[in-house]
């Protein structure tokens, strides 16, 4: 079964460098999607992508955050100054379009120090 | 705007104990919902969705009904299992815009044996 795949596992950074999560969604879905979990809080959206855009984001998608599809199977974000609030468990999802749920990735645990 | 409120745990039961966690919603329009299953030190795990009203979703012995009228999709199970242990994420997607889920703040039940 096709799967939504997550690298790393675990990414460990110092406050103020910059990281790069990536994500390979399914291969033929359309809508990209980030989300972020605060250790033992709600799951919070961040971000949508769709047709090489963003089409929607959330307050929390500041300036320090971008994505990118930089080649048509990854799906990437970046955090350009990592905080130490940064510090989450960040999934990935995809869809194929809108009348199908998303799938999400394992997720990527950023721990900021 | 779209919210989805959970009742809060954390909920313990004995084994074979019949489970309700309640989930209400707040939408404009005909969200999807979806009942979404976190083991510990894992991902997200779609376990079951409706998409229109009086839709009763099911999986693995749980079930949820879409009620429009009452904006609730409350999850259930007659039987819960040790195995069961773990939290548990009421959502909802706009089928516009970017098609984004809002999560609930999630329930996080135990079982004992």
């Known amino acids: 079964e096709p799967e939504v795949t997550q690298t790393p596992s675990h990414q460990v950074t110092q406050m103020g460098q910059e990281v790069i999560l990536r994500c390979v969604p399914i291969s033929n879905h359309l809508y990209f999607y980030w989300y972020r979990q605060i250790l033992g809080q709600k799951v919070e959206f961040l971000v949508s992508?769709?047709?090489?855009?963003?089409?929607?984001k959330s307050e929390i998608f500041d300036d320090q955050f971008s994505v990118e599809r930089p080649d048509g199977s990854n799906f990437t974000l970046k955090i350009r100054s990592t905080k130490l609030e940064d510090s989450a468990m960040y999934f990935c999802?995809?869809?194929?379009?809108?009348?199908?749920?998303?799938?999400f990735g394992p997720g990527t645990r950023l721990t900021v120090t | 705007g779209d919210s989805v409120t959970q009742m809060e745990g954390p909920v313990t039961l004995s084994e074979e104990a019949f489970l309700t966690i309640n989930c209400t919603y707040t939408?404009?329009?005909?969200?999807?919902l979806f009942w979404y299953v976190q083991y510990p030190g894992e991902g997200l795990q779609l376990l079951l969705k409706a998409t229109k009203a009086d839709d009763k979703g099911s999986n693995k012995g749980f079930e949820a009904t879409y009620r429009k009228e009452t904006t609730s999709f409350h999850l259930e199970k007659g039987s819960v299992q040790v195995s069961d242990s773990a939290v548990y994420f009421c959502?909802?997607?706009?089928?516009?815009?970017?098609?984004?889920?809002?999560f609930g703040a999630g329930t996080r039940l135990f079982v004992k044996a």
């Open positions: 959502a909802l997607a706009r089928n516009t815009g970017g098609f984004k889920t809002i």
């Open positions: 999802a995809s869809r194929a379009d809108q009348y199908y749920e998303q799938y």
């Open positions: 992508f769709y047709n090489n855009e963003i089409s929607e």
């Open positions: 939408a404009t329009g005909y969200p999807s």
